[in-house]
């Protein structure tokens, strides 16, 4: 099931941020990370669990591993850990705004441009932007314990690199959930067109999260964790931001319209 697009007639702000994260994220991906060539960057900048666990920035070698296809030996390069130049729990930030190639960076970003423009219209601009960087951080926090507590402190996957915006994105579908369960979304479904309520697209979604994690066992290179603990932390942060975001004092609504992160139009929903 693809969303297509869903019904955006009531949406009253433009969406400003969900554009500049998209932007951003496809500035670093090509110009940054050169379309995932440049691996000094993409594995110094990456988020490494055990660094996480440890707060210790772990630099390896370059290795040459070998797999059989097709009844052939290939042998492949797998990059080492770079040296990352920051904190290495910066790297939680940076992470979120990496993509592992093109497939990745294009079906996250357009699942971010389908549902993020409604929760930046719910939430204004400023409480959007803070909603959708927590909602990454305890993602990517969810992905690390995940794997220091199912495959243990010392497994080989405490070492493999995650990257990728998928668990704020996931952040922000958890919060469509809650906020737009019967919005209509048009989906592509085994070639045929149909509109399905949100929760119905997005439940599925997260659904097919949980059973791909039970299957996969740690592996196959998708942080199914992350997915799972950025779209609960999404549903549960939403509800108190939007609160937080409809000031109903006067001089509160005033100041922050002066602050720009509103227009007047959205004070009416």
Same mark, same amino acid.
């Given at each position: 099931?693809?969303?297509?697009?869903?019904? #955006?007639?009531? @949406?009253?702000?433009?969406?400003?941020?969900?554009?500049?994260?998209?932007?951003?994220?496809?500035? !670093?991906?090509?110009?940054?990370?050169?379309?995932?060539?440049?691996?000094?960057?993409?594995?110094?900048?990456?988020?490494?669990?055990? /660094?996480?666990?440890?707060?210790?920035?772990?630099?390896?070698?370059?290795? !040459?591993?070998?797999? #059989?296809?097709?009844?052939?030996?290939?042998?492949?390069?797998?990059?080492?850990?770079?040296?990352?130049?920051?904190?290495?729990?910066?790297?939680?930030?940076?992470?979120?705004?990496?993509?592992? %190639?093109?497939?990745?960076?294009?079906?996250?970003?357009?699942?971010?441009?389908?549902? %993020?423009?409604?929760? /930046? #219209?719910?939430?204004?601009?400023?409480?959007?932007?803070?909603?959708?960087?927590?909602?990454?951080?305890?993602?990517?926090?969810?992905?690390?314990?995940?794997?220091?507590?199912? =495959?243990?402190? /010392?497994?080989?996957?405490?070492?493999?690199?995650?990257?990728?915006?998928? %668990?704020?994105? =996931?952040? !922000?579908?958890?919060?469509?959930?809650?906020?737009?369960?019967?919005?209509?979304?048009?989906?592509?479904?085994?070639?045929?067109?149909? /509109?399905?309520?949100?929760?119905?697209?997005?439940?599925?979604?997260?659904?097919?999260?949980?059973?791909? =994690?039970?299957?996969?066992?740690?592996?196959?290179?998708?942080?199914?964790?992350?997915?799972?603990?950025?779209?609960?932390?999404?549903?549960?942060?939403?509800?108190?931001?939007?609160?937080?975001? @409809?000031?109903?004092?006067?001089?509160?609504?005033? =100041?922050?319209?002066?602050?720009?992160?509103?227009?007047?139009?959205?004070?009416?929903?």
């Amino acid at each position: 099931m693809f969303p297509i697009h869903d019904d #955006n007639r009531d @949406r009253r702000l433009f969406p400003v941020v969900n554009i500049v994260l998209i932007v951003i994220n496809v500035f !670093v991906f090509f110009v940054l990370q050169g379309m995932g060539a440049n691996d000094d960057f993409t594995y110094a900048w990456s988020t490494v669990p055990q /660094e996480i666990m440890t707060g210790t920035d772990i630099v390896t070698q370059d290795s !040459v591993q070998q797999a #059989n296809i097709e009844g052939q030996v290939v042998q492949y390069k797998v990059p080492g850990l770079k040296k990352t130049p920051v904190s290495v729990y910066l790297t939680l930030l940076t992470a979120m705004f990496m993509h592992g %190639g093109i497939g990745h960076i294009f079906g996250n970003m357009w699942f971010l441009w389908i549902f %993020g423009d409604n929760i /930046e #219209n719910d939430l204004g601009r400023l409480w959007y932007t803070l909603f959708y960087l927590a909602s990454g951080l305890l993602a990517g926090l969810a992905h690390v314990f995940g794997t220091y507590i199912l =495959s243990g402190p /010392e497994s080989p996957g405490m070492l493999i690199p995650c990257l990728g915006a998928s %668990g704020a994105i =996931s952040g !922000v579908m958890g919060a469509y959930l809650v906020l737009h369960p019967l919005r209509k979304v048009t989906v592509l479904l085994l070639r045929f067109y149909m /509109e399905v309520p949100g929760y119905v697209a997005v439940g599925l979604w997260f659904g097919m999260q949980v059973v791909l =994690s039970l299957f996969s066992g740690g592996e196959g290179g998708v942080a199914y964790g992350a997915h799972i603990g950025g779209f609960i932390a999404g549903a549960v942060l939403v509800l108190p931001l939007r609160f937080l975001s @409809r000031p109903t004092s006067p001089d509160l609504r005033a =100041s922050t319209l002066r602050d720009g992160f509103r227009s007047d139009d959205d004070w009416r929903n």
